[in-house]
């Protein structure tokens, strides 16, 4: 069984450390800076062996530098985006197959928070790392890309399993459960869970990882029926 543990940078950046007992190796997901990664390894007796990168952005790439310093390890990413992180040395796009030990992770191409955005899905683990394309209640802003892009992207992590669990690299699920409650306020089940979310965050708890069956019932991006309807949610929440 694998072990993911979140490390919590920045203002609200998700860093997850996965480590793989069987063959000790240990890989890290969108890296935003080094320190608070080696440490979180060094404690565990764990060394990095990996690092998978999401998208370019330095909130999920800054710590690349140093930790492939530090530890030698590999570091796979987005073909699309391979001269925005000088650092990779796998490049990867949709179909590839990138493994951690003898666990298989699918890469999916997720273009619109950025233009070459990818997504890890291991099936054999029913987890996926997604970056900045599906958040709790939420999915990124479309900085490269387009709402048509990030309604294509919506369907491929809508035909994952519901228990997939779903780790994003931002803790905004308040906000955007705000959002999400303004678009369907008879949503039962975002009532609910938004009742849920507001304790864990008073209690200074996370919220993250989520999961599909969670998205289904209560994401506003992932539950738009038209490339439009999307298009009008995410300018509204760009607005709000
Ligand atoms: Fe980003
Ligand atoms: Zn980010």
Redesign the pocket.
């Known amino acids: 069984m694998m072990e993911i543990v979140r490390i919590p940078v920045l203002n609200d950046n998700y860093v997850w450390l996965v480590h793989e007992p069987a063959s000790g190796e240990t890989m890290v997901v969108d890296p935003a800076v080094a320190d608070p990664v080696l440490n979180a390894a060094k404690e565990r007796g764990w060394t990095v062996t990996q690092i998978w990168n999401t ?1 370019w ?1 330095p ?2 790439t800054g710590g690349n530098e140093a930790i492939k310093a530090a530890t030698g390890c590999t570091v796979t990413g987005p073909k699309a985006e391979a001269e925005r992180i000088p650092t990779l040395d796998r490049l990867v796009g949709e179909g590839d197959v990138v493994t951690l030990g003898a666990v298989e992770a699918k890469v999916l191409d997720v273009p619109a ?2 233009a070459g955005h990818i997504a890890y899905h291991l099936p054999g683990e029913d987890v996926a790392f997604v ?2 394309t599906l958040f709790a209640m939420g999915c ?1 802003r479309l ?1 490269e890309g387009d709402a048509a892009q990030m309604y294509a992207a919506m369907r491929k992590f809508e035909a994952m399993p519901d228990e997939t669990v779903i780790y994003c ?1 931002h803790e905004y699920t308040e906000a955007n459960g705000d959002f999400a409650l303004a678009v369907e306020p008879q949503n039962e089940a975002l009532v609910e869970r938004m009742d849920e979310v507001r304790a864990k965050r008073a209690r200074g708890e996370a919220t993250v990882p989520t999961d599909i069956a969670a998205e289904k019932a209560t994401n506003p991006f992932m539950r738009a029926g038209s490339v439009e309807e999307l298009a009008k949610r995410r300018a509204a929440k760009d607005a709000a």
Do not use: I
Request: cysteine-free; overall charge negative.
């Open positions: 998208h952005h909130d999920h928070h950025t970056g900045d990124g900085f690299a």
